[in-house]
T-cell receptor, first 115, second 111 residues
Framework: KAGVTQTPRYLIKTRGQQVTLSCSPI?????VSWYQQTPGQGLQFLFE???????NKGNFPGRFSGRQFSNSRSEMNVSTLELGDSALYLC??????????????FGAGSRLTVL | QQQVKQSPQSLIVQKGGISIINCAYE??????FPWYQQFPGKGPALLIA?????SEKKEGRFTISFNKSAKQFSLHIMDSQPGDSATYFC??????????FGQGTELSVKP
């Protein structure tokens, strides 16, 4: 069973640019969550999508957005990049409904460097 | 109230020893407490998880101890091995998949 696939794995952008990151969840998983990981702030929740609808949102500015497609694949976008957006962006997928809803499987992440 | 506090920040243990990492929370609405293990260059991987109606859960060398009244839980790694060297995160969540993570503990197991 394939795991959670994130692309690209590494990317470098400059301030003011925008970036789109992609996540393919485990087959059959309907929920996709995104997290930002930095040395200073640790792992912070960005948002969660289920059935193409944003179900939960963290405390990030509106420059951070996401979407989910009908095949459960998800993308997140960061516009007007700032130096502080340099981070590892992690996608996690899960089944939904019942006790399994909170078991998240993470991808390897997309490491974004903003110069 | 949404925070999960984790300690220590780093831990060095000799091979064969016991590694203990502690976490504390405030929000009594949390109903799921997982531990994740992360190796460099990889995403976090679920190690073991517990719900608040259970005081202890053991899977192989890994044990979670849960103290509901104290709002604390801990991870014990018995017979620690060099391959256990990684960063460990405790977390807590309420239904819906949003995880609140602790700051992480970097474990180094010396041969």
């Amino acid at each position: 069973k394939a795991g959670v696939t994130q692309t690209p794995r590494y990317l470098i952008k400059t301030r003011g640019q925008q970036v789109t990151l992609s996540c393919s969840p485990i087959s059959g998983h309907r929920s996709v969550s995104w997290y930002q990981q930095t040395p200073g702030q640790g792992l912070q929740f960005l948002f969660e999508y289920f059935s193409e609808t944003q179900r939960n949102k963290g405390n990030f500015p509106g420059r951070f957005s996401g979407r989910q497609f009908s095949n459960s694949r998800s993308e997140m976008n960061v516009s007007t990049l700032e130096l502080g957006d340099s981070a590892l962006y992690l996608c996690a997928s899960s089944l939904d409904g019942g006790p399994g809803a909170n078991v998240l499987t993470f991808g390897a992440g997309s490491r974004l460097t903003v110069l | 109230q949404q925070q999960v506090k984790q300690s220590p920040q780093s831990l060095i243990v000799q091979k064969g020893g016991i590694s203990i990492i502690n976490c504390a929370y405030e929000n009594t609405a949390f109903d799921y407490f997982p531990w994740y293990q992360q190796f460099p260059g990889k995403g976090p991987a679920l190690l073991i998880a517990i719900r608040p109606d259970v005081s202890e859960k053991k899977e192989g060398r890994f044990t979670i101890s849960f103290n509901k009244s104290a709002k604390q839980f801990s991870l014990h790694i018995m017979d620690s091995q060099p391959g256990d060297s990684a960063t460990y995160f405790c977390a807590a969540s309420i239904q819906g998949g949003k995880l609140i993570f602790g700051q992480g503990t970097e474990l180094s197991v010396k041969p």
